[in-house]
């Protein structure tokens, strides 16, 4: 049992793998136009390559590039957007969903192209290296503050000093990208003079306003650099109402402080010169980590998914075949149903009464006859299973009521003989029921049965599905083994008799109320009457 159930989980795994790629394509589909030869099989190829050199999963490879084509990247370039992004998202230490939104907003705000791509990420990789700051949080920091730098005319290598000097200030993300929405949209009012009182505020400490708008045309970061020295030179006690004036009450100690340690914004700049430190940065890194064992094991995955995937899609047309039939399967069932409903409820009045014989003979096994003969009474269940799989499903139902009550005839007699009885009545009242289902599940099936391509088979070979080939499988099952012997020395026979009173008019409730009436009595009987067999 186990190992089945080993295999339709293995079966089942690579067609959900196979549905869930499916499902990836269609997303990416939706958002971008393939006018490439090849169209969006192409481009799936492309990305599927990229899980032989990137950690991730297809399905997060697929989001990744959904979100390329999202910010309006032609499919031309998706692949190699996505490539980047995904280096990106693993040299600092970011999943795929972070990297993807953060890539976008950056990309939104200053207009990066994708062959410079790769250039910020070394950026950003080199200062989260020499800054001893996780770049993962000056990724953050940036797109918080990306709205203000780029307004003041920053790119986006100057947003990432400027992040990366707040960042050895101690501040973290959050509060950078709070201090800076603040202040560098101030600083443009007074390089327009658009406030008198911030204008006059501003003269008061140094600050040109003239001069000020010009250095943030040509070189906004010296003009920002042009503004800090200016309050840094003012003495301390007269700093507090210009920078109140100018900042407001909010920020005006941050600004005070940042003008204080202006040097650590000046030298974090100035290593934007050094292009020779910068550039590679994060390929070197990228694959310095993909040497690591831990990332190989994950490629090592994706080679096992992609297997999967590959088998699930060869599977897929004839599972959506068979889902499809099984559908309409359902469908008739449910309106046979709903046209006979005394029908069901007597099968379901059954069905809750095996459910109790069962675990009492299962309670009463384990007492009498011990772990060994349960096991062989599961045993029982197993063979009856193999019965099951040629059965149409009203067959199905009353063969896995006498499959079941095996456990208990096994060893009374009396309740065997019962049985023996009540399945001959219930083949003979539900034939014409089992013929109606017989073209529905000979279908269902068909498709499992040949579905293996390499099970072999004869002209001669026929498979029975009728309820008389199960009636008699199920009798040799209840046979007494030759080998049991009576543990009592003194012959015992024990007799009882049941009556069915059901009337030719009775209806399925009555008849399911007299059956169940019958069988409570025969099994309490049995309980304390039946001889105690030994194996």
Known sequence: MRIGMTAAVSFGLPIKKAIDAQEAMVNLGKVTNVVRTGGIGMLRGELENLTRTLPFTFQ???????????????????????????????????????????????????????????????????????????????????VNMAGATKQFGFSVESTAALTTAFAKMGYDAEKAGSIVTQMLPKLGLVANQANKSMTEAAKRIGIIPATLKKMMRDNPEQALIYALEKI????????????????????????????????VVKSTFAELADKTKISGAMQKDYVALMGTTKEQMKLFKNSFEQLGIAIGEAVLPAFTSMIKSVTGFFQKVTDFGKEHPKIFAFLTKGAALLTGLAAGAAAVKMTFFGVGAAIKGVGVVLKGLA?????????LAITAI????????????????????????LTEKFKAIGEF????????GGFFKNLWP???????????????????NINADLKLPANRTVANSNNKTLTNNMTFNISGAADSENIADEIAKAVKQTSRDAM????FYVG
């Open 437 to 444: 289902f017989g073209n529905i599940g000979s279908k269902v």
């Open 454 to 472: 390499f099970r072999k088979s004869s002209d001669n070979e026929k498979v029975s599905t009728s309820s008389e080939a199960a009636n008699k």
């Open 387 to 395: 019965i099951i799989a040629n059965l149409n499903p009203i067959t």
């Open 60 to 142: 997060e490879i697929t989001k990744l590039a959904t979100m390329g084509a999202r910010i309006g990247m032609k499919d031309a370039d998706l692949k190699s957007w996505t490539e980047v992004a995904g280096k990106m998202a693993l040299v600092l230490g970011m999943n795929v969903d972070e990297m993807g939104d953060s890539i976008a907003k950056l990309q939104g705000a200053f207009g990066v192209a994708t062959e410079d791509l790769e250039h910020m990420g070394d950026v950003i990789n080199y200062f989260g290296d020499t800054s001893r700051v996780e770049s993962a949080s000056l990724m953050k920091s940036m």
């Open 402 to 425: 006498a499959i079941g009550a095996a456990l208990v005839i096994k060893h009374w007699d009396k309740v065997k003989e019962f049985f023996q009885n009540l399945w001959q009545w």
């Open 232 to 263: 840094k030179a003012i003495p301390l006690n007269e700093q507090a109402g210009a920078l109140n004036a100018i900042f407001g009450q909010r920020v005006q100690a941050e600004a005070s402080q940042l003008a204080s340690k202006v040097d």
């Open 528 to 531: 304390y009457d039946a001889p």
